[in-house]
Nanobody, 122 residues
Framework: QVQLVESGGGSVQAGGSLKLSCAASGYLSETNCMGWFRQAPGTERDWVASVLMRSRDTYYAPSVKGRFTISRDNAKNTMSLQMNSLKPEDTAMYYC???????????????WGQGTQVTVSA
């Protein structure tokens, strides 16, 4: 069992910044990566970024590359998403996830947090 809890969401104007955090607990031995997804109402849940557990290599969706930075502190079992230069289209519920089959699809992740809302106004 793995528990993931997000924090740090809020409202910000376009061009502003937010930092999301995800605290992980439980059995993480089979987890190969952690990542962030986002979902706006009525849309599919889309991949944002991932970080590998061992190498800490990072991967980003084209829409956020250069603006968002994902990182993981293995010792503290936390993951962060620093979001800069936010745009209204970044508005969504953001979820942290952990999985074994890392990638862009939700099916590759086994555990999910409950989400934290990010709202970016024009």
């Amino acid at each position: 069992q793995v528990q993931l809890v997000e924090s740090g969401g809020g409202s910000v104007q376009a061009g502003g910044s937010l930092k999301l955090s995800c605290a992980a607990s439980g059995y993480l031995s089979e987890t190969n990566c952690m990542g962030w997804f986002r979902q706006a109402p009525g849309t599919e849940r889309d991949w944002v970024a991932s970080v590998l557990m061992r190498s800490r290599d990072t991967y980003y969706a084209p829409s956020v590359k250069g603006r968002f930075t994902i990182s993981r502190d293995n010792a503290k079992n936390t993951m962060s998403l620093q979001m800069n230069s936010l745009k209204p289209e970044d508005t969504a519920m953001y979820y942290c996830a952990a999985g074994t089959a890392c990638g862009r699809l939700t099916g590759g992740y086994n555990y999910w947090g409950q989400g934290t809302q990010v709202t970016v106004s024009a």
